[in-house]
Nanobody
Framework: QVQLVESGGGLVQAGGSLRLSCAAS????????MGWYRQAPGKQRELVAV???????NYADSVKGRFTISRDNAKNTVFLQMNSLKPEDTAVYYC???????????????????WGQGIQVTVSS
């Protein structure tokens, strides 16, 4: 089964740090870009950061200078280092694999977007 599994969330005080990890598992041939999105209560899901297979990155203005996204292509894993956390960073964070070519057991090879199950990040003031 092809899936994305996130880890590293939790509760932290304002000014603290957390590191999120997301590993794609299963029979995977390639992944175009990997990224992190977040959704706070009552708000729409928003892009936090994305990194493509070549290492180019893009960040939401609200996290620039505080968050760093990185990727281990060999392990199909993406990381999000979050520093100087603020209460407004509180949200469920979702990992995304854009245009991942993978083999599903009952479907065979295909290319589509995949999402993780989401992980809670809570920043207390």
């Amino acid at each position: 089964q092809v899936q994305l599994v996130e880890s590293g969330g939790g509760l932290v005080q304002a000014g603290g740090s957390l590191r999120l990890s997301c590993a794609a598992s299963g029979m995977i041939f390639s992944i175009n870009a990997m990224g992190w999105y977040r959704q706070a209560p009552g708000k729409q899901r928003e892009l936090v950061a994305v990194i493509n297979s070549g290492g180019s990155t893009n960040y939401a203005d609200s996290v620039k200078g505080r968050f760093t996204i990185s990727r281990d292509n060999a392990k199909n894993t993406v990381f999000l280092q979050m520093n100087s956390l603020k209460p407004e960073d509180t949200a469920v964070y979702y990992c995304n694999a854009d245009k991942m070519r993978a083999r599903e057991p009952s479907v065979g090879w295909g290319t589509r977007d995949y999402w993780g199950q989401g992980i809670q990040v809570t920043v207390s003031s």
